[in-house]
């Protein structure tokens, strides 16, 4: 525990002692922000039965997963591993399930953080909103449990597409393309939306974008919790394997 | 008993990099690794770091098995790799303090700890700047105190000294000196004087097997004597040339003209024998002036070469 505790640390200091991080926040901050003027103009002009927060998240949300995802996980591993820590680290009595865990935690929480300044505008929104009941502690509780649930997912991607390889570009590609898959697989049911066949069940199931949309109404369902934790421990333990590979290349 | 290897083999595809190899380490020796690139040297570091496993064979630290007990090694081996990878990003102390956590030392105990290797490995200076910007001796010093940081019984280094200039090597190879009178150390080097300097014992490797394991001096030993004498002598050339003549036991001499009335005489004695009581006698009598008188001996360079020479090349011979 003291392990892993000791590794968060030292990968969520990583953030913060290069560029990378503020460069991240700046261009998340900078999206949202957008997002929030759009939203603003959009709410003079017409009134809306639509949750802001879905409003908000049907704006820049998935540009700012797809870009940032690669970005903050590329470093993770491939980074030790091109500078040669990577055999420092685990010569040391760790465990790789204990190394695997810390890494995907400081990422998901830096990716937690850069979610924030959302929360400032929602919450300068129902301000100056007063009293109007348009946003609900529960629709905001469930749209940051979307925005953490969709964050688990890309970062486990990222942590397995990091563990792959030395070179850093190449990670956040492989990182990206599989975030682009899971993006583009959501369109695929569009065809076939009105038939019921598994096809249109296995689909929906993997259709992150409804699903988030769902989370921005306020709409928990459990079916997709399932799916994402399951997602992320699915690229957590092949992250764990390449990581364990070592012992038996 | 601080390192038993039997048998140990690693064959990455298609090529063994480590092949039946064994060896034992006791408590408390410096015990050097040398061989030519390639020859199986940081895979063996590496399988007693417990980094990768071997293919067969077992290996064993302070008793315990690196691969089925692999966390109570890691916690008794300080071990730092070739070429001294280290988090540039972090300030000496808080890196030090950082790898002192993660090898499990408490709070105050990892304090005290890195306060102590601070001291010992000369740090005090730098402990607040960034790795990134140290000096290459400097690096090398953090990661001695790396490996230092959580008192293990034996030290592994690979390459210490590779890549440093000659005052950064002499203060790294009296750091490694110190550390031999408490622990156990495994250094792996391609400098010849520095292992004949600071080790106990010299094990020679190629293509995954151990030539050669003894104290330096009984590897020169090895070699046999050699009959080759240099004198440098005050005396008229023929005088010298007949003196030579007259000697039965030299087989063979070449003289060479010094400074001022000296000459240089390299004599080759018949069956190796040692020359140097004969020609000071011969000096004696005649009244000449000697500067100079030694018998030349193999250096452990001379084993080196000729244990980690190719086999093609031993063949053309």
Known sequence: MQAYITLTRRELGTFFYSWIGYVVIAGAVFLTGLSFVILLRQLQAEPT?????EIFLSLCYWLIVLFSAPIITMRLFAQEKYSGTFETLMTTPVSDIAVVVAKFSAAIIFYMIMWLPLLICILVLKYFSRGSNMLDPGTLGSTFLGIFLVGILYMSIGCFASALTKNQIVAAMISFAIGLAFFFASYLNEPLAPQKSWEVEALNTVCILEQMKDFARGVVDTRYIAFYVTACVFFLFLTYRVIESRRWK | MMIEVSNLTKRYAGNTAVSDLSFTVNRGEIVGLLGPNGA?????????SCFIPATSG?????????????NEVRRSIGYMPENNPLHDDMRVREYLKFRARLKGLGLSRSRQRVDAVIA????????KRIVGQLSKGYRQRVGLADALVH??????????TIGLDPSQIRVVRQLIKELGT???VLISSHILPEVEMTCNRVMIMRDGRIL???TPENLEKSMGRTGHIIAEIAAPLEDLQACWESMAEVAHFNIAPCEGDYHRCSLTAVGGQDLRPKIF??????NWKLRELFRLRHSLEDVYIRLTRPESEEETR
Not at chain 2, 40 to 48: A, D, H, P, V
């Open chain 2, 212 to 214: 050669a394991s003894d």
């Open chain 1, 49 to 53: 039965p639509m949750p802001i927060t």
């Open chain 2, 40 to 48: 199986g040297k940081s895979t063996t570091m590496r399988i007693l």
């Open chain 2, 120 to 127: 010992q490995c000369g740090l005090n200076d730098v402990s």
């Open chain 2, 281 to 286: 006698d011969a000096v004696r009598d005649r």
């Open chain 2, 151 to 160: 008192e293990p019984q034996l030290i592994i280094l690979d390459e210490p």
């Open chain 2, 58 to 70: 077992t290996a064993r630290v302070a008793g315990l098995d690196v691969f089925t007990q692999a």
């Open chain 2, 182 to 184: 408490h622990h156990t």
